[in-house]
């Protein structure tokens, strides 16, 4: 078992990575159905939360079905951090999360994300600010530090670790590798074979099979693995993995039928999150990668792209079961 605070995790977890633009609440359902054990919201600004802003408001949106939940805040200031430490904790999530990883210039130029892996003294007062400002258990998303030549995590593991966190998952690239080159698991195993480390530490980046995260197990003896991109379009890596490293098989990939099950099971609960217009529209990014290998697919795709009502879906799945049924996934 591995603890997070009063949060009991199974053991070796496995963790669903807060996404931007990705992992709202249909995304999440989707993948907590699959067997994700501990999942993240999107991150959020600490100065949208701070002003009201509708979208950074809305992704406080949390429902009892996703528990152990998370919500990710983000930003460089500490009384705005504390302040939406504060804020967070009227919506009751089971933990707070800061994002320090973020790559992206649009964060990195606030001085917020993986930014601020370039001033650990700011890290850990900002790091401190939402640890005081919450009875909640807070833990960090970072990178290796902001380039190859800056790697720093050692550092930032520990003095992270002494102002409260209780788990830190750490992102085996640096900022300047942005999703680039192959992560390196070997800065997380010495992290976790460092003596002085107490607290859990999760692995994430590149983990798009079972046979990695087998590996990633086995070789860097971190305490679970945080999977971000490898479950976009395929929430079912998360039992996946859990057989293989039960039974040492891999199940069978999932039909055709599978996929536009979770299709309409995610764009069903889309609509009902946003309304029906916006929540197909959201769905627009989601459709290559649920079919993703099948090449029959594109004759589809246009028409999918454009439907705007429920009904349209529903014939555009039937169709697409009728003509590819007897194509391979």
Same mark, same amino acid.
Not at 2 to 10: A, C, Q
Not at 26 to 40: E, I, V, W
Not at 44 to 51: N, T, V
Not at 208 to 232: F, H, L, P, T
């Given at each position: 078992?591995?603890?997070?605070?009063?949060?009991?995790?199974?053991?070796?977890?496995?963790?669903?990575?807060?996404?931007?633009?990705?992992?709202?609440?249909?995304?999440?359902?989707?993948?907590?159905?699959?067997?994700?054990?501990?999942?993240?919201?999107? $991150?959020?600004?600490?100065?949208?939360?701070?002003?009201?802003?509708?979208?950074?408001?809305?992704?406080?949106?949390?429902?009892?079905?996703?528990?152990?939940?998370?919500?990710?805040?983000?930003?460089?200031?500490?009384?705005?951090?504390?302040?939406?430490?504060?804020?967070? +904790?009227?919506? /009751?999530?089971?933990?707070?999360?800061?994002?320090?990883?973020?790559?992206?210039?649009?964060?990195?130029?606030?001085?917020?994300?993986?930014?601020?892996?370039?001033?650990?003294?700011?890290?850990?007062?900002?790091?401190?600010?939402?640890?005081?400002?919450?009875?909640?258990?807070?833990?960090?998303?970072?990178?290796?530090?902001?380039?190859?030549?800056?790697?720093?995590?050692?550092?930032?593991?520990?003095?992270?670790?002494?102002?409260?966190?209780?788990?830190?998952?750490?992102?085996?690239?640096?900022?300047?590798?942005?999703?680039?080159?192959?992560?390196?698991?070997?800065?997380?195993?010495?992290?976790?074979?460092?003596?002085?480390?107490?607290?859990?530490? $999760?692995?994430?980046?590149?983990?798009?099979?079972?046979?990695?995260?087998?590996?990633?197990?086995?070789?860097?003896?971190?305490?679970?693995?945080?999977?971000?991109?490898?479950?976009?379009?395929?929430?079912?890596?998360?039992? +996946?993995?859990?057989?293989?490293?039960?039974?040492?098989?891999?199940?069978?990939?999932?039909?055709?039928?599978?996929?536009?099950?979770?299709?309409?099971?995610?764009?069903?609960?889309?609509? +009902?999150?946003?309304?029906?217009?916006?929540?197909?529209?959201?769905?627009? /990014?989601?459709?290559?990668?649920?079919?993703?290998?099948?090449?029959?697919?594109?004759?589809?795709?246009?028409?999918?792209?454009?439907?705007?009502?429920?009904?349209?879906?529903?014939?555009?799945?039937? +169709?697409?079961?009728?003509?590819?049924?007897?194509?391979?996934?």
């Amino acid at each position: 078992m591995v603890k997070i605070g009063n949060i009991e995790l199974p053991e070796f977890p496995l963790l669903l990575a807060p996404m931007e633009d990705v992992s709202d609440p249909p995304f999440r359902k989707l993948c907590k159905m699959h067997g994700a054990d501990l999942m993240y919201s999107e $991150f959020i600004s600490s100065e949208g939360l701070i002003r009201d802003a509708i979208k950074s408001r809305k992704k406080l949106d949390i429902f009892d079905y996703e528990r152990p939940i998370g919500i990710q805040i983000f930003g460089g200031d500490e009384e705005a951090m504390s302040m939406s430490a504060r804020i967070v +904790e009227t919506v /009751q999530p089971d933990l707070v999360d800061i994002n320090f990883g973020c790559p992206v210039k649009k964060v990195v130029c606030k001085g917020a994300g993986a930014g601020v892996l370039k001033d650990i003294d700011l890290m850990v007062r900002l790091t401190k600010a939402v640890v005081s400002s919450t009875h909640l258990p807070v833990t960090v998303k970072t990178r290796l530090g902001w380039d190859t030549e800056s790697i720093n995590i050692d550092e930032v593991a520990e003095r992270l670790q002494e102002t409260g966190i209780k788990a830190l998952t750490i992102h085996a690239r640096t900022r300047s590798q942005m999703y680039k080159g192959e992560a390196d698991w070997q800065h997380i195993s010495r992290i976790k074979n460092n003596p002085n480390i107490e607290i859990p530490i $999760f692995g994430n980046g590149d983990v798009a099979s079972v046979e990695k995260a087998w590996m990633y197990k086995q070789k860097y003896n971190c305490d679970g693995i945080m999977i971000g991109r490898g479950a976009i379009g395929y929430p079912w890596i998360f039992n +996946e993995i859990k057989h293989f490293l039960k039974t040492g098989e891999k199940l069978a990939q999932p039909s055709l039928e599978d996929r536009l099950l979770a299709v309409r099971q995610h764009a069903e609960w889309s609509v +009902e999150w946003k309304g029906e217009r916006p929540g197909l529209v959201e769905m627009r /990014q989601h459709y290559n990668n649920y079919f993703k290998g099948i090449s029959h697919f594109k004759a589809l795709k246009s028409r999918f792209l454009q439907a705007l009502t429920l009904s349209e879906l529903y014939e555009l799945i039937k +169709e697409a079961k009728d003509q590819l049924t007897e194509l391979e996934v």
